[in-house]
């Protein structure tokens, strides 16, 4: 290969550089990132391991309509059903699947239920079904999210993003301590200290509540762990049986220990982990934005699960009581011993439980200081308003109503403030080890940059970071100077290779520089505010109806004793209501709010936005429609049958754009970044890896066979 001539600066495409300083600075931002220099191997994703329904459908759209078709659509089909189970929103799963859908104009259609997948294709031709049960993961519905942004975004192709997805399930893109506390047994170190926390901060109860809490917890993980294990119809007793053993611990401490058990805060301790509390916010929120089939499903599902858990306790305090309803209601003496108001230690406490929570959540410790922030307040903009409220609205539920809304509204803006701050700053480290800008940061992005470097190296060094992190920190010396020997023009080298898990560290490095999925903090945070124990409380209060309330009241100037029922407690649904309709209004205010901050920032710090080009643009939008929770879509209202026509013949002509070579390559520099986060900060801004497919509208078109 004959040599460059080195008395011209020459840009990555053989383009001339201007030597005008100011020219030859937006050249050096212009250079191609690591992963667009690197030569991969073709790794092709394995088709034989899919289901055999799903690799039925996937061979006959290969033979029509080639692999890339075909792989797009086991690419949405299993992105679906792993955001579901990891207990993603079903709106914001929809929009995600959308936007595939229209990048590589695919033609299916998908109906999401409470635990039935419906996925059609070629207008019904095919059609597949998966029954799945939803459980919370954090680590996954961020992961699966980022590895989907990375595709629309042409970070990786589908092969790539499917190999990932695998890789994730194995567990190779999680840390050692994510392994321990993914599975049983530990998992099992969770369930004392979630249920001894959750019975002092939320329901009344002293440090003697705690230790029996705690142990009631270990059994219940004990039995859950069993019940698990064997499989099949065992796992439908979970919940019978938990609520039962649970119901039969504390009743026996009760029993044998002086009664001095406040009941109620051990059994909603406990059981904190089995009331799913956010499905009533998420119910609310799907009949609100029109999924009415969904909605009313998952309410009354979540609502039936909470009973029976509390009807199970019941039955476990009879076999060891002689009377469970005067032992449910001794309360007084036994419960709301602490003032919480007077101790220092409420908030570390309250931390304390939201750990655990976390920790069952499946969300990575190296994150988890965020998804506290993010819950300590919410929570404690909701606490302080309910304790000003409830001074005068302690016949009525305002003061509920009230406060749940504020703290949702709260949680929600600073979820969407800390994500865009930590997503800003960790984009000098993005940038250097992925090589997307050259040379010196400023001084700032210098300290940036090391702080990010130490925090790495520190939490694998407590054993909470991933590996992969440290790994590719270490190959991106590597790949630097090998990168600076490919466009030396004194230098032989052709070429940038690596080897298959050299190739797997660095595309999950790519992946991992998507901004953090902002769901994935909230949803922890919205079973804080609305612990799913409060709800069984209600249900609790239908099985054992409280005290009747004596009342002095002054008729026509004498004095009677009116005995009334306790009209608040006695209100299961009216109470079920208020709860998860005022979080759930909270929710959408606080992503109003973002949406209107987002707006005016960027009018009025990014005046013009003609110079974003329009990739760019399609990132922005696709972040911002990414956390709108209104689903709508063209095929659910079609146009008339004229106009579809003239559309689809349109469509047909188009030129098919297949090749998805990276000619138009732009790196966003610093600028463009400052830009991007100001138009999506609800979010943290785009930093997606700096490649265009090649096409203005950022969509790939296939054949209309």
Known sequence: MPLRDKTKKLSWDGKVVDPNPSVAFQQLKKTKSIRQEVTFSERKFDVKTLAPDLHRVYKNLERDFGEEYALTFVFI?????????????????????????????????????????????????????????????????????????????????????????????????????????????????????????????FFSGDWFDAGVAAVTGLVAGIIEYILTTIGGSAKNLVDISVGTSTGMVAGLFYRFVGQKVCLPSVFLGTLYWYFYGTAFVLGILEIVSGELETGVVRFMAVAVKTFVLSLGTTFGMQMVLKNS????????????????????????????????????????????????????????????????????????????????????????????????????????????????????????????????????????????????????????????????????????????????????????????????NIWALLMPTVYQLVPGSLIAKLWFNAIFPPPLESEIAEIEGSEYDLVLKDQVNNAVFSNLMVVATSLAIGLMFGFAAVELFSFIWSKLVCKDMSRISESMRFRIDNKKDRLNMNYEIAEDDPESDDEANIRENIVGDEEVALDTSEKDNETMNNEDSALLGATSIMSGGVEGDDNDTGNDDGNIKFPLN
Request: charged share 25%; aromatic share 12%; glycine share 6%.
């Open 325 to 516: 309803v005067e032992a449910y209601q001794d309360q007084e003496g036994n419960c709301g011993n602490i003032d919480l108001d007077e101790h220092w230690w409420r908030i570390p406490l309250y931390l304390l439980c939201s750990a655990s929570a976390l920790g069952q959540y499946r969300m990575p410790i190296n994150v988890y200081w965020r998804a506290l922030a993010v819950q300590l307040v919410g929570y404690e903009v909701q606490y302080q308003i309910f304790l000003e409220l409830a001074k005068r609205h302690d016949k009525d539920l305002l003061d509920t109503a009230a406060a749940n809304v504020c703290g949702a509204i709260a949680a929600v803006v600073f979820a969407a403030f800390l994500s865009a701050i930590v997503d800003r700053l960790s984009y000098y480290y993005n940038a250097r080890v992925l090589q997307r800008e050259k040379g010196k940061f400023s001084v700032f992005g210098e300290f940036m940059y090391s702080i990010t470097v130490f925090y790495i190296r520190f939490s694998n060094w407590l054993g909470f970071g991933k590996k992969n992190d440290v790994t590719f920190y270490r190959m991106a010396k590597k790949l630097k100077k090998q990168s600076e020997e490919l466009n030396d023009a004194g230098h032989s080298r052709q070429e940038i290779t690596l080897t298959a898990n050299e190739e797997k560290v660095l595309l999950g490095a790519v992946v991992d520089a998507e901004p953090l």
């Open 77 to 201: 089909f299993r992105t679906a059903v792993e955001l579901h189970r990891a207990w993603h929103m079903t709106l914001l799963t929809s929009k995600v699947l959308q936007q595939i859908k229209d990048k590589f104009n695919m033609r299916m259609t998908w109906e999401l239920g409470v635990i039935k997948l419906k996925f059609r294709v070629e207008d019904g031709g095919y059609e597949l079904h998966r029954k799945v049960p939803y459980d919370y993961d954090s680590e996954y519905q961020d992961m699966y999210m980022k590895i989907a942004v990375a595709l629309v975004d042409g970070s990786i192709n589908v092969h790539q993003g499917l190999i990932l997805q695998s890789e994730t399930k194995k567990g190779e893109h999680t840390a050692k301590s994510g392994l321990f506390l993914r599975d049983f047994p530990g998992r099992l170190v969770l369930y004392p200290l979630e249920a001894a926390t959750c019975a002092v901060i």
